[in-house]
């Protein structure tokens, strides 16, 4: 069980090239809960976070896994996601409103008025394909914290950009951090995900899919309970959606420079390509302890 697992910082090599990605790892929890033994397995763009990664991941701290009451190492392996964010500040814009003035030559969101008037701070994260025309489509809110109006303005100011025409549509990622100017400083909030068996079906017939739920936190970041708003394929991932969700720890939204409790949206990605499934063999015969139990997937 986890007790400390602090993000790690964003290269500045990365966010100067505007990079995004994320990095594998296994690695060692040893008996007295601190992290040995640890190695990349796979990085997406190489050559940005891996370092990074790697000193994060050694900074953890666990309640180490017991045998017969008696604690033992184990093996874990997880995933690191390096994303940028935008930060959107209640102050005058070049659009008109309470918003940043441009993102990357784009109008930024509205700091919507009464959330600066509550004091109240967040984030909202926007999912969108950008047709080979530059135009943005199917624009979706991906995460928020809390629900309502951080959703609106950050979705707002997305369906009104524009890119330079290319042969291929994309898929792009924005998310938003929604913050007082007044505010003090503190580090990004993590997204610690929990673990969950991939549904059968998904895993023999290699089907991958999305769930999209919405979450109740306490003020500490804690799902406290979940509720599936949607899936794809319909139904096939519920339950694991559901079991993840209510063993992660998510950014709280923060009110007068206190964190809160509030309700917030969540969507989780499955792919079979990278779980772990029944039956399964794929391991690191490079790495230690050979006859230990098989890490799960985090």
Not at 231 to 258: K, M, Q
């Amino acid at each position: 069980m986890p007790l400390s697992r602090e993000a790690p910082p964003y290269p500045e090599s990365a966010r100067l090239a505007n990079a995004e990605g994320s990095v594998e790892l296994a690695f060692t929890v040893l008996r007295d809960g601190s992290v040995g033994w640890a190695r990349i397995l796979k990085a997406e763009p190489s050559g940005f976070f891996e370092s990074a990664a790697l000193d994060g991941v050694r900074g953890w701290r666990f309640s180490p896994a017991l045998r017969d009451g008696a604690p033992v190492e184990c093996r874990v392996q997880t995933r690191v996601r390096f994303t940028l964010s935008d930060a959107i500040a209640a102050g005058p814009g070049l659009h008109g409103g309470l918003g940043a003035p441009e993102v990357d030559g784009q109008p930024g969101p509205a700091y919507p008025e009464a959330a600066r008037l509550a004091r109240l701070e967040g984030h909202a994260e926007v999912g969108f394909t950008v047709g080979s025309d530059g135009r943005v489509l199917h624009a979706q809110v991906r995460s928020a914290m809390p629900r309502g109006e951080f959703e609106a303005a950050a979705l707002a100011a997305v369906r009104s950009w524009r890119f330079p025409p290319r042969e291929q549509a994309r898929e792009l990622r924005r998310r938003f951090d929604f913050k007082l100017p007044d505010s003090p400083p503190r580090p990004p909030g993590a997204m610690l995900f929990a673990s969950a068996a991939l549904p059968a079906e998904a895993c023999s017939q290699r089907i991958g899919g999305w769930a999209r739920l919405e979450i109740d936190v306490d003020a500490q970041g804690r799902v406290q309970a979940a509720r599936v708003l949607a899936t794809e394929p319909a139904g096939l991932f519920d339950a694991a959606a559901l079991a993840i969700a209510r063993g992660s720890r998510v950014a709280p939204p923060w009110r007068n420079g206190e964190p809160v409790a509030a309700t917030g949206l969540l969507t989780l990605e499955f792919s079979p390509d990278d779980a772990r499934c029944p039956g399964d063999d794929r391991g690191d015969p490079r790495g230690p302890g050979r006859g230990a139990p098989a890490p799960r997937v985090s």
